[in-house]
C-alpha cells in the first residue's frame, strides 16, 4: 500500500496545481495596466472616454448638436457604427459586462497620405474579460456572421475579423485590449507596451494628475506630433507653418463637458523647459481683462488679442525662445528690426514700449468668397494718441524721405462728415505684427495706418481701413454685438491670450487655409458649420503650467450676416419707423431719423454716422414732420409724444418755445396741415380727455376751432383732404366717423357707424371720393362726403388684422390690402383678388407700399418674430434679394442722388441699424 501512497500524493499535486494555474490564467486580475501604456508615442490627439455606456447615453440624446450631426450624411457611418454598438451590447451580455463600463481611449494617427485612422485601447480587468471578448467574436463567426483569423505577433495572438467587406484586428497586450481598422496600429500598440511609453513620462503624467473625472471625455493633444494630423487637411502652402508650430507647447489635457448645444474644454498644458516652447513666453505674463471688444469691428471673422501684463518682459522672453530655439528665425528678425530702425531712425522694439499700453490684436474682417486674404487688421493700443503721434509721426517722415516723398504724400484725408476726418498713412513696415509677436501674428501686412481714439489700427489695404474705421464710429463693434456679448459671459474674466473664430464669417478662409479636399467636404455640410456660432481659446500662466479655457458655442439657427451698406449701433431696438429726411445743408444727401425703445432719437448721415442723440421724456407717437418754421430754407422736426408737442433743429436744439405740454395725454401722432402752402402750419392732436386740440405755428391753441368731444377716444391720426375746393377734416373713435371744417364744425353727418377695426382712415376713390376702413371682422366701409355709404366684403377677418390702401395696378382706382396672421392679400375696387402669399410666421406690422420707378408698385411686409422683411412684387414673388434681416417698419428712398440704387432702412434684433442697398 505504501508504495503507492508517494505516486498518488504527487499525482494529486500535480492534477491540483494543473487546475490551479489553469482557473486562476483565466480570472486573474490584471495590475499595473493602464491603457495608456499601449498609446504610440507618436500619436498626435487621444481621446479618453471615461464610461462609454454614459457617452453612448449622451449622443443618443434630443440635444440640438446631436440631433444636427445625426442628419450630416457625411456621418452617417459614425452613427451606424455608435447604432452597432449599442445593439451589440444590448443583444450579447457578455459584450455589455465588459465593455459598457470600461473607461476607452482613442487614439487619432495619421496613415498614408491623406488618411486618419483610430487605435480603441482599454484596460481588462482580467483575463476572463479577454476571453469573454475573443469568445464573442468567435461566435459571430459561428454564427455566419463574420470571418475570424488568428495569427502570433511579437508573443502575442493577433485576430482579424471580416465582415461585410470590412476587416477589424484586435489583440490583448499585457492586459490592454486593441482594436483598429488598421492592422498596423494594433501592432504598434503591442510594441508600444514593451518600451518606453506615455505612461512612464513624467510630464504626462503630471498632466494626467489633472484630469477630471467628472467630464463627457478628456482630450490629450501632443502639439510636437500635431502638425502630422493638421498636414492631412491644410493647403500644400500651409504645411510647413504647421510645422513650424510643433514649438508651441509640449502637451495639453482639456476636460470636455456638453449641456444644452454648449461645449466647455478647459485644462492645462505643459510647455517643458525655459523656453523650448513658445507659450514659455508668456510664463511670466499674469492675465488681464478682455478689453478690445471695444475696437474689434462687430465684422470680425477671427481675432488673436495679447493682454500683457508687460511688454517689455515679453520681449527679453521671446529673444530668449528665439535664441534658444537655434535656426535662422533669431537672425531674421534682428535684420527686419536694424533695417527698420535704419529707415526710421528709431528703434521699434523700445518705441512700443514707450507708447504701447499691453493690449495688441490681430483681426480678421470680412472674409472675401474671392479674395479671402484682404481685411486683415492688427491693433495696438497705445497710451496717449497725441504723445504716440510725436513719437510715429516722425519715422513715417523719416521713410518717406528715403522714398523722395514727404508725410503728406503718404497721408490720406477719410471724412466721414465735416468735422470728422481721419488721416490714413502709408505704413513702411508690413511685417510689424509678426516682428512684434512672432509667427502667431504674421497673417496681417501693416501696409496702413490710422490713429482711432488711443489705439493705432493698422492694415492690409487702405479701402479695408477706411470701412473698419467707418465701423468704429458707428459703434458697430463687438463690445455692442450681442451675440458675442452674450459668448463672451462663458469665457474666462483674465487670460493673456484669447483666440476667436466665428465659423460662419469666416467660412470662406476655408478656401485659403484647407486643402481643395477638405475645403469640398466642408462646402457640402455648409449649412452644418454655420450652425457653429463660436470657438473662443483662452490661454494663461498658472504655477508652471499654462490654463486653457475653451468655449464653442452651436446655434440651431443658421445666421447669415446682412450685406448693407453700412451698420450702425443704437443703445436698444428701433421704436419707430426709420424715416429719410433733408438735410438743407445739403440738399443731394439725406439723413435718418429715428428713436429706439430708450426713449433717444437719433439723427443719423449717409455714412451711417450719429450726428446727435437726444433723449426724449417717452416714446414718439406716430411721424416725424420737417417743417419750416422760420421760413427762411431751413428745416426742423416736428413731433410729439403722449405729453408734449416737439420741434427741434437739425443740432437736436429746442426750437422757440417748443417744447409745448398738452392739457391731457395725447392718444395719437400729430397731424401736420399746410392748407394753403404758406408754412402757417396747424397742428392737430388727439387727447384722453376726448378733446381734438389746435395748435399755430406757435404751438398756441387756436381759438377758432372748435369741434366739440369725441364721443370716444380718438387713437389714429386725424386726416385733411380738399376735394373740389373744400376742407374735410377726418378722424374716428371706436365706433363714429368725424368729418369737420377748418373750424371743427361738422361737414359731414355720417350715418354708417360700426366697431371700427382701429386701422386707418383713407381716401379712396370709388366712383367718387369717399373714406375707407374696416370694422373688427375686416369688412370694408365706404363713407361717402354726402353721408351716403357701403361696404365692400372680402371675406372674414380677425380683431387684430391690418387694412392699406392704395392704387396697387395702377387703374386710378384704389385697391385694398389685407394682412391677417401670415396671410397677406390684395384686392382690387371690385373685391378682386390681385395677389396673395402666405408667410412663415405671422405678420406683425402694418404693410407699407413702396413706389419705383414707372409706378411699380410694392408691398413691404414685416415678421418681427422671424427678425425678417419681405417686398413682394404685384406678382405674388418676392423681390430679388428678400427676405432680408430686421424686424421694424422699414423706409425704401435715396440716401444720396449720386448712387443709382435705393436704400431700405430698418432696424434689427441686436440694437443694429441696417442700411440696405436696394436695385
Not at 510725436?390 to 528715403?402: H, M
Not at 422671424?866 to 422699414?890: A, S
Request: aromatic share 14%; charged share 25%.
Amino acid at each position: 500500500m505504501r508504495k503507492f501512497l508517494l505516486p498518488l500524493v504527487l499525482l494529486l499535486i500535480v492534477v491540483l496545481g494543473l487546475a490551479w494555474y489553469f482557473l486562476a490564467n483565466r480570472s486573474t486580475a490584471y495590475s499595473e495596466n493602464s491603457a495608456f501604456q499601449a498609446i504610440p508615442v507618436r500619436t498626435p490627439v487621444i481621446v479618453e472616454i471615461p464610461e462609454l455606456r454614459s457617452l453612448l447615453k449622451d449622443v443618443q440624446g434630443n440635444d440640438p448638436v446631436v440631433e444636427e450631426l445625426r442628419s450630416a450624411a457625411f456621418l452617417k457611418s459614425f452613427w451606424a457604427d455608435v447604432t452597432a454598438i449599442e445593439n451589440l451590447m444590448a443583444e450579447n451580455e457578455n459584450l455589455r459586462d465588459v465593455v459598457q463600463s470600461k473607461s476607452v481611449l482613442v487614439a487619432f494617427n495619421p496613415e498614408g497620405k491623406e488618411e486618419v485612422e483610430a487605435l480603441f485601447a482599454l484596460s481588462l480587468d482580467n483575463r476572463a474579460e479577454r476571453d469573454k471578448l475573443v469568445g464573442y467574436f468567435k461566435q459571430l463567426q459561428q454564427a455566419g456572421k463574420g470571418k475570424l483569423t488568428q495569427r502570433e505577433y511579437d508573443g502575442n495572438d493577433v485576430y482579424q475579423f471580416s465582415a461585410n467587406g470590412e476587416n477589424y484586428s484586435f489583440a490583448e497586450a499585457k492586459g490592454i485590449f486593441l482594436f483598429s481598422r488598421n492592422a498596423i496600429f494594433v501592432e504598434e500598440g503591442i510594441r508600444q507596451t514593451r518600451s518606453e511609453n506615455l505612461y512612464n513620462q513624467e510630464q504626462f503624467k503630471q498632466l494626467y494628475n489633472t484630469v477630471s473625472s467628472s467630464s463627457a471625455c478628456n482630450v490629450f493633444v501632443n502639439h510636437k506630433k500635431l502638425s502630422l494630423l493638421l498636414e492631412k487637411i491644410v493647403a500644400p502652402d500651409f504645411r510647413k507653418t504647421i510645422r513650424q508650430f510643433a514649438n508651441f507647447s509640449d502637451w495639453s489635457e482639456l476636460d470636455v463637458n456638453m449641456k444644452q448645444s454648449q461645449f466647455w474644454m478647459n485644462g492645462f498644458s505643459e510647455a517643458g523647459g525655459t523656453f523650448d516652447n513658445y507659450l514659455n513666453v508668456l510664463k511670466n505674463q499674469t492675465g488681464q481683462r478682455f478689453r478690445m471688444d471695444r475696437v474689434l469691428s462687430a465684422n470680425t471673422s477671427m481675432f488673436v488679442n495679447f493682454s500683457l501684463d508687460n511688454f517689455k518682459r515679453f520681449q527679453e522672453d521671446y529673444v530668449a525662445f528665439l535664441k534658444k530655439q537655434g535656426g535662422s528665425d533669431f537672425y531674421n528678425r534682428e535684420t527686419a528690426l536694424t533695417n527698420a530702425e535704419n529707415g526710421g531712425k528709431r528703434a521699434l522694439i523700445p518705441l512700443f514700449e514707450e507708447i504701447g499700453d499691453n493690449d495688441f490684436a490681430m483681426a480678421y474682417g470680412s472674409v472675401m468668397q474671392n479674395d479671402p486674404t484682404l481685411n486683415r487688421f492688427f491693433i495696438a493700443k497705445v497710451k496717449s494718441q497725441s504723445a504716440t503721434k510725436e513719437l510715429l509721426l516722425p519715422i513715417l517722415e523719416n521713410f518717406a524721405k528715403s522714398a523722395k516723398k514727404t508725410l503728406v504724400d503718404t497721408e490720406t484725408k477719410y471724412q466721414l462728415q465735416k468735422d470728422v476726418v481721419y488721416s490714413i498713412y502709408e505704413f513702411p513696415i508690413p511685417d510689424l505684427a509678426s516682428l512684434l509677436f512672432g509667427k502667431v501674428f504674421s497673417g496681417v501686412a501693416c501696409n496702413y495706418l490710422c490713429f482711432y481714439d488711443n489705439y493705432l489700427v493698422f492694415a492690409d489695404n487702405e479701402a479695408a481701413l477706411k470701412n473698419y474705421i467707418h465701423d468704429l464710429v458707428l459703434s458697430a463693434t463687438l463690445e455692442k454685438d450681442i451675440h458675442f456679448q452674450k459668448f463672451q459671459e462663458e469665457m474666462a474674466s483674465r487670460s493673456s491670450v484669447y483666440f476667436y473664430l466665428n465659423f460662419s464669417k469666416a467660412f470662406n478662409l476655408g478656401t485659403y487655409y484647407l486643402s481643395e479636399d477638405a475645403f469640398a467636404s466642408v462646402k457640402e455640410h455648409e449649412d452644418l458649420f454655420r450652425k457653429f456660432y463660436a470657438l473662443g481659446w483662452q490661454i494663461s500662466a498658472n504655477s508652471g503650467s499654462f490654463l486653457n479655457n475653451l468655449y464653442l458655442r452651436f446655434d440651431p439657427v443658421m445666421k447669415v450676416d446682412p450685406q448693407t451698406v453700412w451698420q450702425s449701433k443704437l443703445d436698444t431696438t428701433i421704436w419707430i419707423k426709420p424715416q429719410i429726411v433733408t438735410n438743407h445743408n445739403d440738399r443731394q444727401n439725406k439723413e435718418v431719423i429715428v428713436q429706439d425703445n430708450a426713449n433717444n432719437l437719433y439723427l443719423i448721415n449717409k455714412e451711417g454716422v450719429r450726428l446727435w442723440k437726444v433723449k426724449l421724456s417717452d416714446k414718439i407717437l406716430g411721424d416725424v414732420y420737417q417743417v419750416d418754421y422760420y421760413r427762411n430754407g431751413k428745416l426742423q422736426y416736428l413731433f410729439n409724444t403722449k405729453d408734449k408737442l416737439y420741434l427741434l433743429d437739425r443740432n437736436g436744439n429746442h426750437v422757440a418755445k417748443f417744447p409745448v405740454s398738452f392739457r391731457s395725454p395725447a392718444t395719437n401722432g400729430v397731424a401736420l396741415f399746410d392748407y394753403d402752402n404758406n408754412r402757417d402750419y396747424r397742428f392737430f392732436i388727439a387727447c384722453e380727455n376726448k378733446e381734438i386740440y389746435c395748435y399755430d405755428r406757435d404751438g398756441r391753441v387756436v381759438d377758432g376751432w372748435k369741434s366739440g368731444k369725441t364721443d370716444g377716444v380718438v387713437t389714429n391720426q386725424i386726416q385733411h383732404f380738399r376735394i373740389d375746393g373744400k376742407d374735410y377734416i377726418a378722424c374716428a373713435d371706436q365706433y363714429k366717423t368725424y368729418i369737420y371744417d377748418r373750424q371743427g364744425s361738422l361737414r359731414v353727418k355720417t350715418t354708417d357707424n360700426f366697431e371700427h377695426s382701429g386701422n386707418q382712415l383713407y381716401l379712396v376713390k370709388a366712383g367718387q371720393f369717399a373714406l375707407a376702413t374696416t370694422d373688427v371682422k375686416g369688412l370694408v366701409h365706404i363713407q361717402y362726403f354726402n353721408g351716403q355709404s357701403k361696404t365692400v366684403d372680402l371675406g372674414k377677418f380677425s380683431k387684430d388684422h391690418f387694412f392699406v390702401v392704395d392704387d396697387l395696378n395702377n387703374d386710378g382706382q384704389s385697391d385694398f390690402v389685407i394682412a391677417d396672421g401670415k396671410e397677406l392679400t390684395c384686392y382690387s375696387d371690385r373685391g378682386k383678388d390681385l395677389m396673395e402669399y402666405e408667410f412663415s410666421s405671422p405678420i406683425s406690422n402694418r404693410p407699407n407700399i413702396y413706389t419705383f420707378a414707372n409706378n411699380d408698385k410694392k408691398v413691404g411686409v414685416v415678421c418681427h418674430n422671424e427678425n425678417r422683411v419681405y417686398l413682394l412684387n404685384m406678382n405674388g414673388k418676392l423681390y430679388n434679394g428678400f427676405p432680408l434681416q430686421g424686424n421694424t417698419d422699414f423706409s425704401i428712398g435715396y440716401m444720396s442722388r449720386a448712387n443709382n440704387y435705393f436704400n431700405l432702412l430698418v432696424g434689427n434684433e441686436d440694437n443694429s441699424f441696417f442700411n440696405y442697398k436696394v436695385e
